[in-house]
């Protein structure tokens, strides 16, 4: 591998940057920015904007205002070297007579890891790896995990009250937070490529669960619903973009009319759904990252499998009270040295509101 050089960091700092851009629309493939340099000026730039367009080396080589023959071209992730949605991007970078190479990190994809930068050092074009690394897999955190710990990156988000209550003893739950930390929480659902809930949430709140943002792109919707008791007119069933986990034992001529609707039906065996069995399915289907909204039973589920990566807590400052008011529930710890463990990433104020994001740290 070639060494970092000094300028190196400020350009791929530009990279980063235009990668963002592509953020809730690339799914299952990665945010990229690409920028080339020659002669100390960036000539050409280029983000992947969606899954299926042009990724971002190729934008950025169509982009360049000038021959693109010796110049350096930094990227976020590996350049890739085959055949999918888009042709692979190294031939057009070796075509384009590109010099040099500059990635902050091997792309963890098997299909990709390491043969597009050993298909470039064929042609002697030096690859340097490293720059900005640590940036570059935070801004793909989902992505690295999906392809290293083969699993769909799990985010649990709730609000609650000050005793820990999500809901009071009759259900409500309108509203225990504002609406600035409300449209915050919302907001972050575009950031993730599916948004799950259970069947009782959509009984109860007949939630839209869209990113509900001009520009932003909606999650796919995934409801586990065991018996398929799901109203046919619910508004997350709106269009196609939905999935929907039930069992073996759900009425077989609803599971038929909602997949003529172009909604995928998973079908588990047994009673319930397993969650490791259920994220194991998502990864099939090719789900990246997923946003557990809840109930306290699907919340609690997640944390009873251990399967969280990171939950998203909103504080407000009320007390609900009362021992049959809706908690995060499951089955729980026996002891807390069994509790799941979180590091404190940041703490966010909204007014009254505050809001914990905490990660459950990996090996």
């Known amino acids: 591998m070639g060494s970092i050089r000094a300028q190196d960091e400020k350009f791929m700092d530009e990279a980063l940057k235009l990668a963002v851009k592509g953020l809730g629309w690339t799914n299952p493939n990665p945010m990229v920015g690409a920028v080339i340099v ?5 000539i050409g730039r280029g983000y992947h904007r969606r899954a299926g ?3 971002a080396e190729i934008e950025a080589l169509s982009a360049a205002r000038a021959d693109a023959s010796g110049a350096t071209l930094y990227a976020n992730l590996e350049p890739c070297s085959h055949f999918g949605k888009t042709p692979p991007c190294v031939e057009a970078l070796i075509n384009a007579g590109i010099k040099r190479v500059v990635c902050s990190a091997i792309d963890p994809n098997p299909q990709v890891r390491g043969h597009g930068i050993a298909r470039l050092k064929q ?7 490293g720059a900005r690394q640590k940036e570059a897999r935070a801004l793909n955190e989902a992505f690295f995990v999906f392809h290293e710990k083969k699993k769909p990156f799990v985010a649990l988000k709730f609000a609650m009250s000050l005793d820990g209550k999500l809901a009071t003893r009759t259900g409500d739950s309108k509203w225990i937070t504002g609406e600035e930390a409300r449209r915050f929480a919302r907001g972050l659902r575009s950031a993730y490529h599916a948004i799950l809930v259970g069947v009782n949430t959509i009984i109860r709140d007949n939630p839209h669960l869209g990113a509900r943002t001009k520009g932003k792109k909606d999650p796919v919707r995934i409801i586990v619903d065991s018996h398929l ?3 046919q007119n619910a508004r997350v ?3 196609a973009n939905v999935i929907i986990a039930t069992t073996s034992g759900a009425p077989k001529k609803k599971i038929k009319e909602l ?3 172009g909604i995928r039906v998973l079908t588990f065996s047994g009673a319930r759904i397993h969650v490791k069995k259920l994220l194991a399915e998502l990864r099939k289907q090719e789900i990246v990252s997923v946003f557990v909204e809840g109930g306290g039973e699907t919340l ?5 499998a251990k399967t969280v ?3 998203y807590v909103f504080y407000a400052p009320i007390i609900i009270g009362g021992r049959e008011a809706v908690t995060v529930s499951g089955k729980g710890s026996d002891k807390i040295v069994d509790a799941l463990r979180f590091k404190t990433l940041s703490v966010k104020k909204f007014r009254e509101d505050i809001l914990v994001i905490a990660d459950n740290p990996r090996d």
Not at 38 to 42: L, S, T, Y
Not at 123 to 129: A, L
Request: net charge positive.
């Open 309 to 311: 990566d990171r939950v």
């Open 123 to 129: 042609f002697g074009i030096p690859v340097s790896v």
């Open 38 to 42: 020659k002669n100390g000026k960036i």
């Open 300 to 304: 609690g589920s997640f944390i009873d």
């Open 229 to 231: 008791r799901i109203p």
């Open 237 to 239: 069933l709106r269009d």
């Open 53 to 55: 367009s042009p990724h």
């Open 259 to 261: 997949q003529k609707r």
